[in-house]
């Protein structure tokens, strides 16, 4: 049995699965504090629900960059069956425990601090590991152009949800490095991985229980929705600018139910929470009664658990004509999968690969304007030039999208009036959710493209660690003492020489050490009792630093000057002149008195 065989058969059985890797644990990545659960935040809060339910808590770790982060965490953890809440912790500083884990996974694509941070140990000290969400906006594209700049390498990767948004990811990289060469400068191709691993879901929760199907029979006798009648579910965010507009729909839906006259009557489910709120609520709806009269529309709040949940089984036929670019894959077609429900779909982005045209559902074609008009690049300039706002832009990319309201008219003809075939369709559409889409099938394909990064890691013929590097490692936030250079009056140096200011230096070093504001040991690298020794040999009188460092021979010269400096800022030594002009090294006030009181 090949490895990937293996794999699936664990995947179906209640074997856990061994994922080593620390997952940098950002609350707002899995927990919809605000009831906004979808989108990146609905796939956050799957992932983190199959580390519960799949995955050996031993294997991996939660790397939180504050302890605060780990409340939020658990508590969303511990909402799951067989929540494992005690997971390893490590912080997200920690690059020795991240190099223990071998990969650290982010659940974003933006990688640059990660990478740059990983250098303080070494380049091959672990994998980083991010996945895709829209790379549609400035919030997005910037971050991954960085990718040509910062220190990935090709034991990294981004994790594509889809081979169309891989695609787009390319492109970008290509546009990014024409425009760098037009500038004289020639960088290579960005060495991070892009595996294409689609989102998961979880097949349990579409089951069709008796609960859940009476539930459903309660929903349809609520709506007087008929035996017969054929319920089309439309079920995500309501927003024409950002996700889809609901026009072509209504005018989809209209066409089909004018079409079968005396045929079972069509109903219309839109499920889900109106961006930008009460504005966009009316609009739609009163465009729901003007472009699809003929047919029923049933609203219902996304925020309410229980009917979404019972959407799912009262529906005969999913919905979703996505014509929006920050769509990079799509999970309401992945979910209607595992509920059993045939789809019917836009031909967009990652609905191309998750539903199977004449077996899972039935995919529209949809269409831009050809790019050399130029219709797109104003549309991209105006949004670049603060013209018009992100939700402008995406709107007006969406307004030059075309789906076949013709064709999607007589796919939703052919379903509804074909029992026998939906029956058909609906078998293969949760057998497919269970063998690709089921979250512990996904978490198997993520250890496998971890070991394979790790194998490229690995084969690096000289593993590199860095320790105590006098130059800074990202040239994008230099040295502070060099950049900044100008700012001060002097620098210390081995050939500085240092006096006691006061009798009681001893005492005062004693207080200093105890207040928490004067940032020992964080910029002091010497210990308290190096400090101590060191105001000792200077109360026995003036000293330069090159002596001094030889009577330290434990501390480096770097440790040595930050201990100097310290103490002089605390008044407890000074800096003596360096020549006997007291004139050329010191600025005089005695020609300028202090202002009177």
């Known amino acids: 049995m090949d490895s990937e065989a293996k794999d699936l058969t664990a995947c179906l059985s209640g074997e856990r699965l061994d994922l080593c890797c620390a997952i940098a644990a950002f609350p707002e990545a899995y927990v919809a504090v605000d009831d906004m659960k979808f989108g990146r935040r609905s796939a956050g809060a799957g992932f983190l629900e199959a580390l519960c339910r799949y995955v050996d808590k031993d294997g991996y770790a939660l790397a939180v960059a504050s302890e605060a982060d780990l409340h939020p965490i658990h508590f969303a953890m511990a909402q799951f069956r067989d929540s494992l809440p005690t997971a390893n912790t490590v912080a997200l500083s920690d690059q020795t425990a991240l190099a223990r884990f071998g990969t650290l996974y982010s659940p974003g694509p933006i990688l640059t601090n990660h990478a740059w941070a990983r250098r303080t140990r070494s380049d091959d000290a672990y994998s980083i590991v991010g996945v895709n969400h829209t790379v549609a906006t400035l919030q997005a ?36 490095l024409s425009y760098l060469n037009s500038r004289g400068i020639r960088a290579p191709r960005p060495p991070v991985q892009l595996p294409v691993i689609p989102l998961g879901v979880h097949c349990d929760h579409f089951d069709a229980t008796d609960e859940r199907q009476a539930a459903a029979r309660s929903f349809r006798k609520a709506r007087g929705i008929g035996e017969d009648d054929v319920v089309l579910l439309s079920l995500g965010r309501i927003d024409p600018a950002t996700k889809a507009h609901p026009v072509p729909l ?14 079972p009557k069509l109903h219309l489910a839109m499920v889900g929470t109106f961006l930008p709120a009460k504005a ?16 029923d529309v049933h609203w219902v709040d996304g925020k309410d658990a229980v009917l979404c949940q019972a959407s799912w089984q009262t529906a005969d ?12 894959f799509g999970l309401t077609p992945i979910e209607a999968m595992a509920a059993s429900l045939p789809s019917i779909v836009s031909d967009w982005n990652g609905y191309k690969e998750t539903v199977v045209h004449g077996e899972t559902g039935l995919r529209i074609p ?11 690049a104003e549309l991209s300039n105006r949004y670049c030039g603060n013209q018009i706002s992100e939700a402008g832009y995406l709107h007006g990319v969406a307004q030059l999208t075309y789906v076949d309201v013709r064709k999607c008219g007589a796919a939703i003809v052919a379903l ?50 860095r320790s105590g590097l006098a130059e800074a490692l990202r040239p994008d936030h230099g040295d502070p003492l060099k950049m900044f250079g100008g700012y001060p009056t002097s620098t210390l140096s081995l050939t500085t ?18 207040q928490p504001m004067c940032g020992y040991p964080q910029c002091t690298r010497a210990d308290p009792d190096d400090l101590k020794y ?17 009577r330290f021979p434990r501390l480096s010269r770097a440790e040595l000057l930050s201990a100097c400096v310290w103490l002089m800022k605390y008044d407890v030594v000074e800096a003596m002149p360096v020549s006997d002009d007291p004139e050329a090294d010191a600025i005089s006030f005695e020609d300028f008195p202090w202002p009177s009181a």
Not at 280 to 289: G, L, N, T, Y
Not at 366 to 376: I, K
Not at 497 to 514: Q, V, Y
Request: hydrophobic share 40%; net charge negative.
């Open 141 to 176: 594209t910037p971050s991954l152009c960085r990718y040509l700049l910062d220190p990935l390498q090709p034991w990294d990767a981004l994790i594509c949800t889809s081979q169309s948004v891989k695609s787009a990811i390319e492109t970008l990289f290509e546009s990014y």
């Open 250 to 263: 209504f005018l989809s839906v209209e066409r089909a139910q004018r079409e079968m006259v005396g045929d």
């Open 280 to 295: 966009a609520e009316q609009e739609i709806v009163a465009a729901a009664r003007r472009y699809a009269p003929s047919v």
């Open 317 to 328: 036929i999913f919905l979703s004509l996505s014509d929006n670019i920050q769509e990079s």
């Open 366 to 376: 949809t269409g831009f304007p050809d790019a050399s008009f130029g219709l797109g």
């Open 416 to 465: 509804a009036r074909n029992h026998a075939l939906r029956h058909e369709m609906s078998q293969k559409c949760r057998a497919r959710a269970v063998q690709q889409y089921a979250w512990k099938v996904v978490l198997a394909q993520y250890r496998e493209a971890f070991d394979e990064l790790a194998a490229i890691r690995n084969s690096k013929s000289k593993p590199t660690v």
């Open 497 to 514: 020489r240092l006096s006691i200011t006061r009798s009681d230096a001893r005492e005062l070093l004693d207080s200093l050490l105890r």
């Open 534 to 550: 060191l105001v000792d040999v200077l109360m026995g009188g003036e000293v330069n630093i090159q002596d001094l460092s030889e």
